[in-house]
């Protein structure tokens, strides 16, 4: 990695750890701004600088870091019942930035985010089921549902901003 690379990479990073604590409760899973912060990652930095900023973000808080939701850190949230949606940021990333990095315009960012937030819904709901003993249709009530108008919206959101921001990031690191 070039200094440039890693220093973009760090800038997200940051960035993710700085909107991520930011949430409310919404019952069993609290809605953040994490998924925000990681959208605008996989479609501006492309899958390989934003899977590293997302793993510099979920190893920050597995050693304790308050940078999860709450102001929270610590191995115990990533392995109690909404960690699963953390681990989940992994393959959202991977997934939304190697469709990004291969379809390089709004409506390509709008379906790698639905497929990103697909997997970290799918893995997210199947950890919480798991490690409560609870039902998918329990699960899709508290985990999934509530949370569909405002993952629309930061998509929308981070799509619009990627547009603008893509170009002139993939300009300086190339």
């Not at 492309?46 to 102001?71: C, D, E, H, M, Q």
């Not at 497929?115 to 893995?123: F, I, P, R, S």
Request: hydrophobic share 60%; charged share 10%; aromatic share 10%.
């Amino acid at each position: 990695m070039k200094v440039k690379d890693m220093t973009v990479t760090a800038l997200f990073a940051a960035m993710i750890c700085v909107m991520a604590p930011w949430s409310f409760s919404a019952g069993a899973v609290p809605i953040t701004l994490a998924t925000l912060a990681i959208y605008l990652a996989s479609l501006v930095l492309g899958w390989k600088r934003a899977t590293a900023a997302v793993v510099i973000y979920i190893l920050l808080g597995a050693v304790g870091v308050p940078v999860f939701s709450n102001l929270t850190g610590g191995l115990q949230k990533l392995v109690g019942p909404t960690g699963g949606y953390i681990v989940g940021y992994i393959p959202l990333v991977l997934i939304a930035g190697l469709i990004a990095d291969r379809l390089e315009n709004a409506w390509g960012y709008v379906i790698a985010l639905l497929a990103g937030t697909l997997a970290l819904y799918a893995l997210g709901t199947a950890w919480f089921c798991v490690s409560l003993g609870k039902d998918l249709g329990y699960a899709m009530g508290v985990c999934v549902l509530p949370f569909l108008p405002g993952d629309a919206i930061k998509v929308a959101l981070a799509t619009v901003i990627a547009v603008k921001l893509r170009p002139l990031v993939k300009k300086e690191l190339h």
